[in-house]
């Protein structure tokens, strides 16, 4: 007991249970004063963070595509000096993963205006009531 006493004196303690407190303060601070969150914003930043990942995945696919035709041409390229080590369909296969690897983010548009139409709403408040309504 006398222990703690001189060192509550000596300011080691005192110092450190107002840090502590200091600490716990500001947090509580800190947490009051962010806003709630509601499902209107967890959704607005799921769908912004969804469009990036399908803009990653579409340059991707492009750069992949044209890798894939390159590769391509380096296939038709080793069968034409040595027929009997490479297939041909080596190289049209490579070929034909590559265009359809290229063509893939311009499909997705394409695709989706044809599904859906031109006028596509997002299912929200309102934009789920024109898709399911019943009468």
Do not use: C, Y
């Amino acid at each position: 007991m006398l222990g703690i006493k001189n060192r509550f004196l000596n300011g080691e303690l005192l110092i450190r249970l107002l840090i502590i407190i200091a600490g716990i303060f500001f947090t509580t601070a800190a947490l009051a004063a962010t806003t709630q969150l509601t499902l209107t914003t967890i959704n607005s930043r799921v769908s912004a963070g969804i469009g990036n990942v399908v803009s990653i995945m579409q340059d991707v696919a492009l750069v992949a595509g044209i890798g894939f035709i390159f590769s391509a041409f380096f296939k038709f390229h080793q069968h034409r000096q040595n027929p009997q080590q490479i297939p041909l369909s080596q190289g049209i296969t490579l070929l034909v993963i590559g265009a359809g690897l290229t063509v893939f983010p311009h499909l997705l548009s394409t695709a989706s205006q044809g599904v859906f139409g031109t006028g596509i709403t997002k299912a929200g408040d309102t934009g789920i009531k024109s898709v399911v309504a019943t009468g």
